[in-house]
């Protein structure tokens, strides 16, 4: 069966980091795209950063351009989210994808894009 687990989120103090981790059973990593998502109380889900296969290839979102930072660990089977300068828009349930669709300018879902059950990021003034 297959599942996909993050971990790695909190409650932080505006300005501080947090890092998030992604791993899965039952399904590997390597040569899918992979990202993160995160979903705000009231928001859609969107998109904040896509990685493709081998790592060459990113996309942020505008929002988290210069403050965060994708990578992955084939090898592990991880994905992770290097968070700095956080802010409290930055509070959301973030989610590992999958499977995620991107291009140059997007980082999106499909509908193969297998979730993990999220972890929480509360980000105070």
């Known amino acids: 069966q297959v599942q996909v687990v993050e971990s790695g989120g909190g409650l932080v103090q505006a300005g501080g980091s947090l890092r998030l981790s992604c791993t899965a059973s039952?399904?590997?990593?390597?040569?899918?795209?992979m990202g993160w998502f995160r979903q705000a109380p009231g928001n859609e889900r969107e998109g904040v950063s896509c990685?493709?296969?081998?790592?060459?290839?990113?996309h942020y979102a505008d929002s988290v351009k210069g403050r965060f930072a994708i990578s992955r660990d084939n090898a592990k089977n991880m994905l992770y989210l290097q968070m700095n300068s956080l802010k409290p828009e930055d509070t959301a349930m973030y989610y590992c994808?999958?499977?995620?669709?991107?291009?140059?300018?997007?980082?999106?879902?499909?509908?193969?894009?297998?979730w993990g059950q999220g972890t929480q990021v509360t980000v105070s003034s």
């Open positions: 994808a999958v499977g995620a669709r991107l291009t140059s300018d997007s980082c999106a879902a499909s509908g193969l894009t297998r």
């Open positions: 039952g399904l590997t990593f390597d040569g899918n795209v």
């Open positions: 990685i493709n296969w081998s790592g060459g290839m990113t």
